[in-house]
């Protein structure tokens, strides 16, 4: 007899504690579409363990809509580790760490949630490995975080499992060129470019690299193609503007940053190669205003600033000389 009553107890217990767990749900879920993300939190997160997926989702998303991303990964953490062979819990909770990262101010934080959010993304290749949403996702952080030789790899493998993409090809002619893998990065620039000639990038990196490899006429015939046919590209036009600067050609190189500043006038590359070109090209006067304006966008440009007023003091124009060590203290930023 009581063992009986016993079980019709755990029955009812039982019934009233689910019943309790999908009125919950219920309440959360008007809260959310209220959005009242404040109360879906307080609803459902003291009961993360009697949640079901749906709970669990609905939870980090009201942590996310409040912008609690460090909420939002815990969430998603036990959902993932209730769920381990379900890559889309860990491709939520590498996007929720990837957010988290882009709000973190201290930068050993940012770099552990980055590398947290990168295991996750492998986890999911591992997973699923043709879900190209995560494979984007990675190839995207392992470039903006600089870990470029897991990039490359990533990279590679990726054009063996998809071909010969032009935005694969694109990165890793990118890559290369700034690394100094200089014949690869002429291969897989020229590569890019047979696949996409109307992306301008690409022109800018195989000239880049032949340039280090002191093919100096290769380099220069096509970085002028390049800013023919492409006008209205600013980086193409800096770049132009970038050899001709090396080369100590100052008048040209002064044309195609001028160039440059017309389409993007807050350009600091911009802004500076063109300040630099005119005071070397001996329009120390016109360059002043491209000085300024140059520290002003970006203060780490001051010490050129302050170093080309030095010369001119140096050369007997005491007048001038001082009015740039004036303006360059002006800008200075701390």
């Known amino acids: ?80 580790a209730k769920q381990e062979e379900n890559h889309r819990w860990h491709m939520l909770l590498a996007q929720a760490q990837l957010k988290a990262a882009s709000l973190e101010t201290v930068r050993e934080k940012e770099r552990e949630l980055t590398t947290s959010a990168i295991q996750k993304l492998r986890r999911v290749l591992q997973l699923q490995k043709g879900y190209k949403p995560a494979f984007d996702l990675l190839v995207a952080t392992l470039l903006y975080g600089r870990f470029h030789s897991e990039a490359r790899e990533i990279l590679l493998e990726g054009i063996n499992r998809y071909g010969q993409r032009s935005e694969l090809l694109r990165a890793l002619c990118r890559l290369d060129s700034y690394d100094g893998f200089l014949e690869q990065a002429v291969t897989n620039c020229r590569t890019a470019i047979q696949l996409a000639p109307a992306y301008p990038d690409n022109y800018v990196y195989l000239a880049q690299a032949l340039f280090d490899q ?42 195609y940053f001028a160039a440059a500043v017309k389409l993007s006038p807050n350009s600091v590359r911009a802004r500076f190669g063109v300040a630099q070109a005119q005071y070397e090209s001996g329009q ?24 080309a007023g030095g010369r001119l003091k140096q050369k007997g124009n005491t007048k001038l000389g001082e009015l740039f060590v004036r303006r360059a203290n002006t800008c200075r930023r701390y």
Not at 243 to 255: H, M, Q, S
């Open 1 to 80: 007899m009581s063992r009986r009553w016993f079980s019709l107890v755990f029955l009812l217990c039982f019934s009233c504690t689910s019943l309790a767990q999908t009125n919950r749900l219920q309440v959360a879920q008007l809260r959310f579409k209220q959005k009242q993300y404040d109360k879906v939190v307080e609803l459902l997160n003291p009961y993360t363990e009697q949640l079901g997926t749906e709970g669990f989702l609905l939870l980090a998303l009201a942590y996310s809509n409040q912008q609690n991303h460090a909420g939002e990964a815990r969430v998603l953490s036990l959902l993932s």
């Open 214 to 255: 002191k093919e100096l006429e290769q380099a220069e015939r096509n970085l002028i193609a390049a800013a023919k046919r492409f006008p209205k590209s600013e980086f193409v036009q800096w770049a132009a503007g970038t050899l001709f600067f090396r080369k100590k050609n100052f008048a040209v190189a002064d044309r």
């Open 284 to 307: 120390e006067e016109k360059s002043l205003e491209n000085f300024v304006k140059a520290c002003e966008l970006d203060g780490t440009t001051v010490d050129v600033f302050l170093a």
